[in-house]
């Protein structure tokens, strides 16, 4: 109906439906699990008539409120790249509309964690005349889901030293002649090792350990 001083129109013949309610949270809200690299990938079902989404995040075993860390658009994933490796993190997705009212409630939360970074091993240490026809390496690395590979040469440079031992799941390795190709008794050898995993492999661990087997 429209009106002006000289009265008032007809009731016009198409109206339209109207709706005024609350927007639904998304549902299916999922959290990658030691999949990515330094990151977390969110994923949600849509929700109709939301303009976009807001997405919160609270640390496993933190007292509080969720934080909000970002607004999404018109899609149903967001990546969030500013986590740690070491802690795990709840998410939370709420629907966003400008036309209707605003924010929904929380959906339900999901738990999500990145892979561990590469990390240089540390503190590599080898047997000098301590064991015979042996050296035993030894080295420091704390990052879950990491091999090892251990090389050794002659002289103190790694970047000629031969790779003598791949996937290594332990902090350390003997060596001996029957354990690899080329070892001899009575040689000084230096050793360095490189940590791997999903996210790629680590430089050499420096400086060197110098290791020498004892002759019977």
């Known amino acids: 109906v429209s009106e ?6 007809a009731v016009s013949g198409d109206g339209q439906v109207g709706w005024v309610g609350a927007l639904p949270p998304p549902t299916n809200v999922l959290a990658s699990d030691s999949e990515y690299c330094g990151s ?6 849509e929700v109709n008539d939301s303009s ?9 075993g933190e007292d509080g409120d969720p934080a909000y860390i970002a607004f999404v658009g018109s899609t149903t994933t967001y990546v969030d790249t500013t986590v740690e490796a070491s802690n795990q993190y709840y998410y939370w997705v709420k629907s966003v509309s400008n036309m209707m009212c605003g ?3 929380f959906s339900s939360s999901d738990i999500g964690q990145s892979l561990p970074s590469v990390e240089i091993p540390s503190n590599i240490a080898a047997t000098y005349n301590l064991q015979c026809e042996q050296i035993t390496i030894t080295w420091e690395h704390e990052a879950e889901l990491t091999t ?7 002289v103190d440079n790694y970047s000629a030293a031969d790779l ?3 996937g290594i799941v332990v902090t ?3 060596d001996s002649a029957t354990a690899t190709d080329g070892f001899e008794n009575g040689v000084p050898y230096f050793y360095w090792v490189k940590s791997l995993n999903d996210c790629g492999e680590s430089g050499f ?8 087997a004892a002759v019977s």
């Not at 977390?40 to 079902?45: A, C, E, F, M, S």
């Not at 090892?148 to 002659?154: C, D, E, Q, S, V």
């Not at 661990?205 to 020498?212: D, K, R, T």
């Open 172 to 174: 350390q390795f003997v």
């Open 40 to 45: 977390i990938v969110i994923t949600w079902d």
């Open 148 to 154: 090892f590979n251990l090389y050794r040469n002659t």
């Open 52 to 60: 976009g989404y807001n997405i919160y995040r609270k640390l496993v």
């Open 103 to 105: 924010e929904s409630d």
């Open 164 to 166: 003598i031992e791949t």
């Open 205 to 212: 661990s420096l400086p060197g350990a110098l290791g020498f």
């Open 4 to 9: 002006n001083d000289c009265g008032s129109s």
